[in-house]
């Protein structure tokens, strides 16, 4: 079956959902200026996508990178979210007392 004619054009009602907006903050995004640019972009050309906030954060993650590459540092490759152990350990260390000299 060909992917032709597949999924739904822009919906009116169309909200980015959570993932978009953690995605956003990760990579210094602001989200309703990718909305609207994505918003704007697809309804011209009549997009039709099966999961329209995962096109977002295609998007988004495109915007990311074209960025990055654009001052001349390489695309980074983007990160995952942190594991916890790494977090409770950065945070018990920046909360100890500091060392005293003797």
């Given at each position: 079956?060909?992917?032709?004619?597949?999924?739904?054009?822009?919906?009116?009602?169309?909200?980015?959902?959570?993932?978009?907006?953690?995605?956003?903050q990760r990579w210094g995004l602001n989200l309703m200026d990718q909305v609207e640019a994505f918003s704007d972009y697809h309804q011209s050309k009549?997009?039709?996508?099966?999961k329209w906030n995962l096109a977002l954060n295609t998007w988004m993650r495109n915007a990311y990178?074209?960025?990055?590459s654009k001052f001349g540092r390489p695309a980074v490759p983007?990160?995952?979210?942190?594991?916890?152990r790494y977090s409770q350990a950065l945070e018990s260390y920046?909360?100890?007392?500091?060392?005293r000299r003797q």
């Open positions: 079956m060909s992917g032709k004619g597949r999924g739904t054009p822009y919906p009116e009602d169309f909200q980015p959902n959570d993932n978009n907006m953690l995605n956003a009549g997009s039709r996508f099966l990178e074209r960025r990055e983007i990160p995952q979210a942190p594991d916890l920046l909360l100890r007392p500091p060392l």
